[in-house]
């Protein structure tokens, strides 16, 4: 009986150790999930804290004073050391490795306004890239209404009388030469447009300014 009851007492506590090791494992887990959901790239590690801050208006004084306040970077560059200068309207930047990622460079400068209340002289690139994108979707819509009309118009086309052709031909002529400025603008709109359809390519205007300095220990 009692050898009955030790065995049962010993499986009882094999049980219970295998649960408890099983409920261990499974909550590492969960939380190692947890805590890779939860980070952020770097180049979104101080946009939301960024893009809700507070726009303070800065004198002329206060920019100028950029040029002597620095912030230090850990990057996955590596080290960054940056700061802002008002005459030349770039971050100027220091690091042991030349070629950084704009995005990395544009982050930095984001810790860079967020340490120093600085946000007048930060461009918000994700604002400005989001509305070049708008830009370029109302230029693709554009080309393709313009396409369709002029598909719409060649098919509608009446044909011409040959015996008038060579006299419509010589007014148009006239016609053209006459607003020979007009056209050659709107040629050369024509023409950027399409390059920008062709190339499907989001440039915003405004963007943040860099400024390679040299290493670290310069």
Same mark, same amino acid.
């Given at each position: 009986?009692?050898?009955?009851?030790?065995? =049962?007492?010993?499986?009882?506590?094999?049980?219970?150790?295998?649960?408890?090791?099983?409920? #261990?494992?499974?909550?590492?887990?969960?939380?190692?999930?947890?805590?890779?959901?939860?980070?952020? +790239?770097?180049? %979104?590690?101080?946009?939301?804290?960024?893009?809700?801050?507070?726009?303070?208006?800065?004198?002329?004084?206060?920019?100028?004073?950029?040029?002597?306040? &620095? #912030? *230090?970077?850990?990057? +996955?560059?590596?080290?960054?050391?940056?700061?802002?200068?008002?005459?030349?309207?770039?971050?100027?930047?220091?690091?042991? %490795?030349?070629?950084?990622?704009?995005?990395?460079?544009?982050? =930095?400068?984001?810790?860079? !306004?967020?340490?120093?209340?600085?946000?007048?002289?930060?461009?918000?690139?994700?604002?400005? &890239?989001?509305?070049?994108? *708008?830009?370029?979707?109302?230029?693709?819509?554009?080309?393709?209404? *313009?396409?369709?009309?002029?598909?719409?118009?060649?098919?509608?086309? +009446?044909?011409?009388?040959?015996?008038?052709? =060579? &006299? !419509?031909?010589?007014?148009?002529?006239?016609?053209?030469?006459?607003?020979?400025?007009? !056209?050659?603008?709107?040629?050369?709109?024509?023409?950027?447009? %399409? @390059?920008? #359809?062709?190339?499907?390519?989001?440039? +915003?205007?405004?963007?943040?300014?860099?400024?390679? @300095?040299?290493?670290?220990?310069?």
């Amino acid at each position: 009986m009692i050898d009955f009851l030790f065995n =049962v007492l010993k499986l009882t506590s094999i049980f219970c150790s295998g649960s408890l090791i099983s409920t #261990v494992i499974v909550s590492n887990v969960i939380k190692r999930y947890y805590r890779i959901e939860d980070e952020l +790239p770097y180049e %979104k590690l101080y946009y939301e804290d960024f893009d809700l801050m507070e726009h303070r208006e800065l004198t002329d004084e206060d920019k100028e004073t950029l040029i002597k306040t &620095f #912030v *230090e970077e850990e990057t +996955p560059e590596g080290t960054i050391v940056m700061c802002y200068n008002y005459h030349s309207e770039s971050y100027h930047y220091w690091c042991d %490795k030349k070629n950084i990622k704009f995005l990395t460079l544009d982050t =930095v400068a984001q810790k860079y !306004a967020l340490d120093n209340d600085c946000k007048e002289v930060c461009v918000n690139y994700k604002d400005e &890239f989001e509305r070049a994108k *708008e830009d370029l979707l109302k230029i693709l819509e554009e080309s393709k209404e *313009e396409k369709e009309t002029s598909n719409t118009n060649t098919k509608e086309e +009446p044909k011409k009388d040959t015996k008038k052709s =060579v &006299f !419509a031909e010589f007014k148009s002529y006239n016609k053209n030469k006459t607003s020979g400025t007009e !056209a050659k603008l709107k040629r050369g709109r024509k023409q950027i447009n %399409k @390059r920008n #359809v062709s190339k499907n390519m989001i440039l +915003p205007e405004n963007c943040n300014r860099f400024s390679y @300095r040299g290493t670290i220990d310069e």
